[in-house]
T-cell receptor
Framework: DAKTTQPTSMDCAEGRAANLPCNHSTISGNEYVYWYRQIHSQGPQYIIH???NNETNEMASLIITEDRKSSTLILPHATLRDTAVYYC??????????????FGPGTRLSVLP | SAVISQKPSRDICQRGTSLTIQCQVDSQVTMMFWYRQQPGQSLTLIAT?????????ESGFVIDKFPISRPNLTFSTLTVSNMSPEDSSIYLC???????????FGEGSRLTVL
């Protein structure tokens, strides 16, 4: 079973920041938080990941709470092309990576014009 | 990053037949993974394909139904055997790559069984 919970769906106005929350209250010390997204009919795309520090790349920012029990993915200026299902995944480090990437239902983000 | 190509991208098949999906990676990787995504659902790991050994299947998936080959470090196949309409799904190949250990996915193979 997935170790994360996310809202089923969210809307965001084009040009505004999209803040996608994820709860991972049972996360352990060696587990990372990964975010992926899946645009309709495409394979999932890696966005960002982090352990305990906030992270930023060209796609998004990841804010992880100090207790690591939740995180927020931020798309700073959402565009229509950001409409997708966003998956938050908690991954145990090392070993069989594939078995550790457990996908939950994700959040369906709709960016509205 | 890893570039993954899957064939076929989509197919329509008859009940009772089998289909083999191919996955080609542009670099050598130890493990390749096969996922299934049923309509409107999230991804479920089918099996892990290791070069030179038997694939490791997840609970609910068996080798007779989903035989996997892994002849070298850049290629794998997944066969969906004796298909039924319930096998209609997107089948995705993935590998771990990059310095951050993330999963890379192919574009998937959309299978419809009539």
């Amino acid at each position: 079973d997935a170790k994360t919970t996310q809202p089923t769906s969210m809307d965001c106005a084009e040009g505004r920041a999209a803040n996608l929350p994820c709860n991972h209250s049972t996360i352990s010390g060696n587990e990372y938080v990964y975010w992926y997204r899946q645009i309709h009919s495409q394979g999932p795309q890696y966005i960002i990941h982090g352990l305990k520090n906030n992270e930023t790349n060209e796609m998004a920012s990841l804010i992880i709470t100090e207790d690591r029990k939740s995180s927020t993915l931020i798309l700073p200026h959402a565009t229509l092309r950001d409409t997708a299902v966003y998956y938050c995944i908690v991954r145990v480090g090392g070993g069989s990576y594939g078995q550790n990437f457990v996908f939950g239902p994700g959040t369906r983000l709709s960016v509205l014009p | 990053s890893a570039v993954i190509s899957q064939k076929p991208s989509r197919d329509i098949c008859q009940r009772g037949t089998s289909l083999t999906i191919q996955c080609q990676v542009d670099s050598q990787v130890t493990m390749m993974f096969w996922y299934r995504q049923q309509p409107g659902q999230s991804l479920t790991l089918i099996a892990t394909a290791n070069q030179g050994s038997e694939a490791t299947y997840e609970s609910g998936f068996v080798i007779d139904k989903f035989p996997i080959s892994r002849p070298n470090l850049t290629f794998s196949t997944l066969t969906v055997s004796n298909m039924s309409p319930e096998d209609s799904s997107i089948y995705l190949c993935s590998v771990v790559g990059g310095i951050t250990g993330e999963l890379f996915f192919g574009e998937g193979s959309r299978l419809t069984v009539l």
